[in-house]
């Protein structure tokens, strides 16, 4: 456990849970600023259920069934669940058959079952930086340390292979594809560069129905790779927008051997848990047919956002970075203050809330990430507000 991270010391309780506890200054104004009831322009949500993306009643239909009170407690969860999630995923790639699908309660809970699968305490995985903060936390609590590579920008983002660096006790390759907030998807060569490695490669690739500004080459799935031990994570907060019904799942593939092995072993780590409720279950298959529907709506809602965000920083200091996918852009803002002064800034003066870069491990320039799922009308007056206070410092 590293200083920075180990912050409560207690001999009564475990180290791994000694983390830091207290909110940063950005989310403890941003508490401030709500409870205050000033008028907030938040473009710092990702939660589509607060920004009128919902499915609505049509997500309530199949809970209103007798077949949710059923309960057949099945490690991998029901089949009917697994041959629908097969049908849908990856949406580019080859098929995933059912039997190599483990449905869980949410991607972080299948984290800690790979993690548990693959370390052990003290071993450590590599993950990408820039990229979601939860990788650390997660690994932290199943006693893995993480060990940071490195993503770089210079017109596009691409992993920086130098920053590469595996040591006896690293165990997997972690990717998020596309990243979160970056929005890069993998190059085919670098997928390659990393299967090199011997790792399993563990890709979150929650976002990744979402492809706006692609590039040409780009693997959608971690799961094209034709040899590698390949542990790819979705599930329904992002594909259909209901992080509320709690479902998500790891589609195993690679060589025979290793992969039987880890669905044996898997089997029993989520034997022990049966998390995923069963009436979330029984409604997968429906909820997973609203697919296009609610993509399509969504996909309308990024692709005008991205165009909001695009006129709003035209002839401004602010540069906008491509995003070839996912639900966030960036701005980098000038280096006259840090990403959080600016993030501190903007909500105190403008009544705009934005995550600075920092939260997700940015260094250099001042970055910050904005939501674009944001409601449109909300998108667009809050990027101007943006864009003039800072084009005004
Ligand atoms: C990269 C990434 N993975 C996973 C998740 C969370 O997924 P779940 O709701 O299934 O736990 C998020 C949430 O924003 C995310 O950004």
Redesign the pocket.
Known sequence: MTEKHLVHDNPRFSQRSGLERDPNPASAKLAAHVAAGKRLRDLSS?NPAQVGLSLGELSLSPLSNRAVLEYEPEAFGPLRAREAISREFPEHGPAIPPDQIVITA????AYSFLLKLLCDPGDEVLVPSPS?P?LEHLSRFESVATRPYQLAYDGAWHIDFASIVCGPRTRAILV?NPN?PTGQFLAKDELDRLADFGLPIIS?E??SSYPLELGPGRARSALEHPDALVFA?S????LVAL?QMKL?WIAVSGPKPARTEALARLELIADAFLSPSAPSLHALPTWLRARPTVQGLIHGRLVRNLGALTRAVKNSPITRLPVEGGWYALLRLPATKTDEEWALELLEKTGVAVHPGYFFDFDGPPHVVVSLITPEEELSEAANLLVDYVAAR
Do not use: I
């Open positions: 990702g949410s991607t972080s809970e979601y939860l998020v979160n979150d929650v976002f994570l599930g329904l907060s992002k992080p998500s």
